[in-house]
């Protein structure tokens, strides 16, 4: 982005005089991260009241800052913008820019697996255009906006990343955005305590076509049949689905995994060998989104066969560590909710990769009131005829515990409420250079510091 403070001010619909009228070149909302040249945008909570860090916020560079009106005592020798509201300010200003852009923007959501499909589809594509993809977990009312405010005139491909937590949201990043393809990677059980069921998180998801372009397309998980009912209401929509199953309209065929990631064959759409450096039948899946972008586009296979081979996804998804011993580590430890969760174990139980076996699990947060139900039937899927040992993190993993005593002995299995140090102890006596070690929890439980030990 690169306007002038009266420009903006007319987004804003700001009618008076701009009488310093310097060019903006980003927005920030974080003193921390702000940059030379950008509009600062300062916000009013309980605890913290963002206009004490306007002065710093000039002082590291910024060249304009947004005030509230009913803010007291606005310094009088900066350039301000004078607004009812910093977070609907930041949402007209994304509005206005993105109607000014030519980029085709692709939105990914889902309960699982989101980052990394939009980690696979703009790394797949950036080979070839001009692609922007949303950083970190800017991903909600006000990371996107940001993120169609950094976006370069030229950029070609806008790769958004959509989260929710109720009903709602994602109709409104996906009205703002303006997507001419959207993806739902599949339906878990993320955010169960504020919708309900896994119905309605189909529901919540499925917002993505609000904004989608008349002649847009969605990519959705042909496997989940929670999303049939959506696409039977929408008969004009084009869609295509992806998956293991049959009737998907790109599938997977076979998958073979190693140290170095994943090969597999797909058909249906295209009927191609392909490989990625992650393992994970997952991320695999995950990967069919991206083909179908990349056909779309008009990527010949072997442009998208070189693409995917220099993938990187972002840390602690099916991340392949080596640890000093000559064990890996697979760090998954960014997220968990059941769908993931049982799909990352049913992967260690397949892989081939090393014959010892071993799970480190966390407590899977924001499940509502079934989440005991949840963490018991995650027993369901790990044996002692698979798995040599489990090691379990977090009040809630009590309740797998109890369930897994009677199937593995105290040498292994172990749980614990707060302390990885106790896990890591416990690990260092049983892994060695034939084991493979899964790593998995939610963001809260910071699994990953179970691994760190053994990267020394």
């Known amino acids: 982005m690169k306007k002038t403070l009266g420009q903006i001010a007319e987004w804003l619909q700001i009618e008076k005089k701009i009488n310093d009228n310097p060019v903006v070149t980003g927005v920030s909302i974080n003193t921390r991260t702000i940059q030379p040249?950008?509009?600062?945008?300062?916000?009013?909570?309980?605890?913290?009241?963002?206009?004490?860090?306007?002065?710093?916020?000039?002082?590291?560079?910024?060249?304009?800052?947004?005030?509230?009106?009913?803010?007291?005592?606005?310094?009088?020798?900066?350039?301000l913008l004078f607004v009812d509201s910093g977070e609907k300010a930041l949402q007209q200003m994304a509005e206005a820019y993105r109607a000014e852009?030519?980029?085709?923007?692709?939105?990914?959501?889902?309960?699982?697996?989101?980052?990394?499909?939009?980690?696979?589809?703009?790394?797949?594509?950036?080979?070839?255009?001009r692609v922007k993809k949303t950083e970190g977990?800017?991903?909600?009312?006000?990371?996107?906006?940001?993120?169609?405010?950094?976006?370069?005139?030229?950029?070609?491909?806008?790769?958004?990343?959509?989260?929710?937590?109720?009903?709602?949201?994602?109709?409104?990043?996906?009205?703002?955005?303006?997507?001419?393809?959207?993806?739902?990677?599949?339906?878990?059980?993320?955010?169960?305590?504020?919708?309900?069921?896994?119905?309605?998180?189909?529901?919540?998801?499925?917002?993505?076509?609000?904004?989608?372009?008349?002649?847009?397309?969605?990519?959705?998980?042909?496997?989940?049949?929670?999303?049939?009912?959506?696409?039977?209401k929408n008969p004009t929509l084009q869609a295509k689905s992806f998956g293991t199953q049959e009737q998907n309209d790109l599938r997977i065929d076979e998958i073979n995994f190693t140290e170095q990631g994943s090969a597999f064959r797909v058909t249906g759409e295209l009927n191609e060998e392909m490989s990625i450096p992650v393992l994970g039948e997952h991320q695999v899946k995950n990967t069919l989104a991206a083909l179908l972008i990349g056909k779309e586009v008009g990527l010949t296979a072997e442009q998208m066969r070189d693409a995917l081979k220099q993938i990187v996804l972002t840390d602690m998804r099916m991340q392949v560590i080596e640890g000093n011993n000559g064990t890996i580590f697979i760090n998954d430890a960014y997220n968990a909710a059941p769908t993931s969760m049982r799909a990352a174990i049913s992967f260690l139980e397949k892989s081939a990769i090393k014959s010892d076996k071993w799970l480190v699990l966390g407590d899977m947060l924001e499940l509502g009131d079934n989440e005991q139900q949840y963490h018991e039937d995650m027993s369901k899927s790990i044996s002692s005829a698979a798995f040599s040992g489990v090691c379990l993190y977090g009040p809630r993993m009590e309740w797998l515990y109890n369930k897994l005593v009677g199937e593995f002995s105290a040498e292994q299995l172990i749980w614990t409420v707060d302390n990885t140090e106790k896990l890591v102890t416990f690990l260092k006596n049983k892994i060695n250079d034939d084991t493979i070690v899964l790593v998995k929890g939610s963001r809260g439980m910071k699994l990953e510091r179970v691994i760190e030990p053994f990267q020394n």
């Open 37 to 79: 040249g950008d509009l600062f945008i300062p916000f009013r909570g309980e605890q913290v009241n963002g206009h004490k860090f306007v002065q710093d916020a000039f002082a590291k560079g910024a060249t304009a800052s947004l005030w509230l009106k009913d803010e007291p005592n606005p310094p009088e020798d900066v350039p």
């Open 101 to 129: 852009l030519q980029s085709v923007f692709i939105g990914i959501t889902g309960s699982n697996g989101k980052t990394s499909t939009k980690d696979l589809v703009a790394g797949m594509l950036s080979p070839y255009f």
């Open 137 to 232: 977990n800017f991903n909600n009312e006000l990371g996107l906006p940001l993120t169609i405010l950094s976006l370069d005139e030229d950029t070609e491909f806008a790769v958004l990343e959509m989260g929710m937590s109720s009903f709602g949201e994602i109709e409104f990043l996906s009205n703002l955005a303006k997507p001419k393809y959207v993806v739902i990677t599949n339906i878990g059980e993320a955010h169960m305590q504020d919708l309900g069921s896994r119905e309605g998180i189909a529901k919540a998801k499925f917002e993505i076509i609000a904004g989608l372009d008349a002649a847009g397309q969605l990519f959705y998980d042909g496997d989940e049949p929670l999303l049939h009912p959506f696409i039977e």
